[in-house]
């Protein structure tokens, strides 16, 4: 990964915080409002969440698990992918009881809290972690591109499947997907470091 990524981890924090502090401004409430009138309903979208619950990804981490134990033994990878999605996803359930914003108020709406999003948070380790440790010792550049930008269109989808179903705000989602940014690239440092000694 170049210097760009990591710098960009920098600016997915400071947008996380600016949202984090601005949550009761007119302009954060502007950008929910037309999120949600714009996606509302589209059942196209509303699929995606599926891709972003928790046994779902559940399955896929132990998947990804044994891939690693398998392939070789790779236990730095599996300590990675253990910091990204599950210290990730233990990560957001302190953010969301820290921060205690309410959901969109709709029927049958679920009791947790609602700020950053999980599905957009976990959603995006999941999926940047599997990539980044399947395309790590790659040499086709035509497959990491591909790679992650399918990681990527899969990340916003999930994300958005949540606005679409009035599960979250658009600010929510957008924290989420920053704050989870952050947390992989931080687990990056971290493997990177670990393969060095």
């Known amino acids: 990964m170049t210097k ?14 600016i ?3 601005s949550l009761n401004s007119t302009w954060v409430t502007s950008l929910d409002i037309k999120a949600s ?25 132990v998947c990804l698990l044994v891939w690693l134990w398998i392939r070789n033994h790779n236990y730095r990878g599996m300590m990675f992918a253990l910091l990204t999605i599950a210290g990730g996803n233990v990560f957001n359930q302190i953010l ?14 679920l009791s947790s809290f609602s700020f950053p999003s999980g599905h957009a948070m976990v959603g995006i380790l999941y999926l940047f972690t599997i990539t980044f440790l399947v395309t790590e010792h790659s040499s086709s550049k035509t497959m990491k591109l591909f790679a992650w930008l ?25 924290a989420g997907w920053s ?7 931080l687990c990056v440092i971290w493997y990177k470091h670990r393969k060095k000694l």
């Open 19 to 21: 949202l984090d502090f």
């Open 150 to 174: 399918f990681a990527t269109i899969m990340t916003a989808l999930i994300g958005l499947s949540r606005i679409a179903g009035s599960h979250h705000f658009a600010s929510d989602v957008i």
């Open 4 to 17: 760009f990524f990591y710098f960009l981890a920098i600016v997915t924090a400071v947008i996380f915080f």
């Open 37 to 61: 009138t714009l996606l509302k309903g589209n059942s196209f979208i509303e699929f995606f969440h599926y891709f972003g619950e928790t046994k779902f990804i559940l399955i896929v981490a």
């Open 179 to 185: 704050i989870g940014y952050t947390w992989f690239i």
């Open 96 to 109: 969301k009881e820290w921060i205690r914003r309410p959901r969109p108020v709709i029927p049958h709406q």
